[in-house]
């Protein structure tokens, strides 16, 4: 299996530490949005701390990732795609050693270049390394070392000019569900624009004979430029036997209104 191809399942969103049970550090924060305009550049910081017993070595190594239309990831090598943010990131510094319980400040410098107002995004990857022989060093890092723990960071960068960003929602639908207690739909999401968009996104049943509505969860979904995404909506079995029309519910930064797709469905005694 290629070792730069790997599928993540989630994008992590908040801004607290992340402590995983398989690394003895934490990096913070775990989210770097930048949004200045072209031509100019803005910093970030990252700390990064050492839980362990032991002094240990940190690199730093930069990523591309595309997301897929069911949503998951794909993490491809730096520079690798379109909207790439790894030319534009300067690390200082890019590797450090840390004492047990010592923690160290990585200044993340962005420089937009002039007139280019397309998003970029990536991966910014922590690694804990053991020095190897060159016999015994993984052949697809060549660098002599192995990687023994790993957290990764995103990167974001929406610039302050250009276009304001637009998503558009459709093809509402029925799909089967592996649970008993709700039905499951999907709808479509496209980004036609060249800003990454954190949209929400919900659904409404509203009954045909009485009016009355229900709102049901909202799920939050990160739209990148250029990109179509399934997003898949469950609807508990809570509603009264009726007629329904059922409507998925957009909403986004900067829209000027809610925007929804509808489709008819009965429910059944």
Do not use: C
Not at 28 to 44: H, I, K
């Amino acid at each position: 299996m290629n070792r730069t191809a790997l599928l993540i399942t989630a994008i992590l969103l908040n801004f607290s530490f992340l402590s995983l049970d398989a690394q003895d550090f934490e990096v913070a924060p775990v989210r770097l949005n930048f949004n200045v305009a072209p031509g100019e550049s803005q910093s970030r910081t990252v700390t990064i701390k050492n839980h362990g017993n032991r002094k240990e070595t940190f690199s730093i190594r930069l990523n591309d990732f595309l997301v897929q239309r069911h949503g998951g990831m794909e993490l491809l090598p730096a520079g690798s795609t379109r909207n790439s943010i790894s030319g534009w990131i300067n690390l200082n510094p890019s590797f450090v050693e840390l004492q047990p319980n010592e923690s160290a400040n990585i200044q993340v410098n962005l420089q937009a270049p002039a007139e280019d107002f397309s998003a970029k995004w990536g991966i910014m990857s922590f690694f804990t390394t053991a020095e190897q022989t060159a016999f015994t060093a993984d052949r697809d890092l060549q660098t002599g070392v192995s990687v023994s723990g790993r957290i990764d960071i995103y990167l974001f960068y929406n610039p302050a000019a250009g276009d304001p960003g637009r998503v558009e929602i459709g093809n509402l639908q029925e799909i089967a569900s592996r649970n008993e207690n709700e039905r499951l739909f999907s709808v479509n999401l496209d980004n036609p624009g060249e800003k990454i968009v954190n949209t929400q996104v919900y659904l409404i049943a509203s009954n045909i004979q009485t009016g009355e509505e229900h709102k049901f969860r909202t799920i939050e979904v990160v739209s990148y430029p250029q990109t179509a995404r399934i997003v898949e909506l469950a609807l508990p079995k809570t509603l009264s036997p009726g007629r329904y029309a059922l409507a998925a519910i957009l909403d986004y930064p900067g829209s000027a209104s809610l925007k929804g797709t509808q489709i008819m469905i009965n429910v059944e005694e």
